[in-house]
């Protein structure tokens, strides 16, 4: 089965929130904005699949948290686990991939906003430090 058809699954850790999305998803991404490390404790890595695809078994848990003017965050009111990030009319989902149940055969390629990187570590794993707007490189196509 290629990436594109398979089907993930993932979930909270406490499993108030359980999900599957279907491929294909792109690969992780280090994110170190302020948001990302305030919600997380650490930077995130995160995945990216098309919000169309995503289905919930269990969403009791699920809240969402306006976290700026044009995004929003997904997470369990239960346990607290970062689950998404989601731009408001945006066909696309991101997922912190440490909810996906593995193996995934996922990889990281790379890392953005790393002028606000933690100071406590360093970016040094030899991956490309990329803008933000270079993300569109990586959208897997539908």
């Not at 990216?48 to 929003?72: K, M, V």
């Not at 991939?97 to 990187?117: K, N, Q, S």
């Amino acid at each position: 089965m290629s990436k594109s058809e398979k089907r993930y699954s993932g979930s909270c850790l406490c499993g108030a929130v359980a999900y599957e999305i279907d491929g294909p998803l792109r690969s992780v991404v280090g994110c170190h904005c302020v948001q990302c490390r305030k919600t997380s404790g650490h930077y995130v890595a995160a995945t990216q699949g098309f919000w169309d695809r995503l289905r919930f078994s269990n969403d009791a848990g699920l809240s969402w948290y306006r976290s700026s003017e044009t995004a929003g965050r997904g997470f369990c009111k239960t346990c607290g686990s970062s689950l998404f990030w989601r731009r408001h009319d945006n066909e696309m989902v991101s997922i912190c991939a440490g909810t996906l149940d593995g193996p995934t055969g996922l990889e990281m390629t790379c890392h953005i906003h790393e002028a606000t990187a933690g100071d406590y570590y360093t970016l040094d794993d030899g991956l490309p430090h990329i803008d933000q707007s270079e993300l569109a490189n990586f959208v897997p196509e539908k």
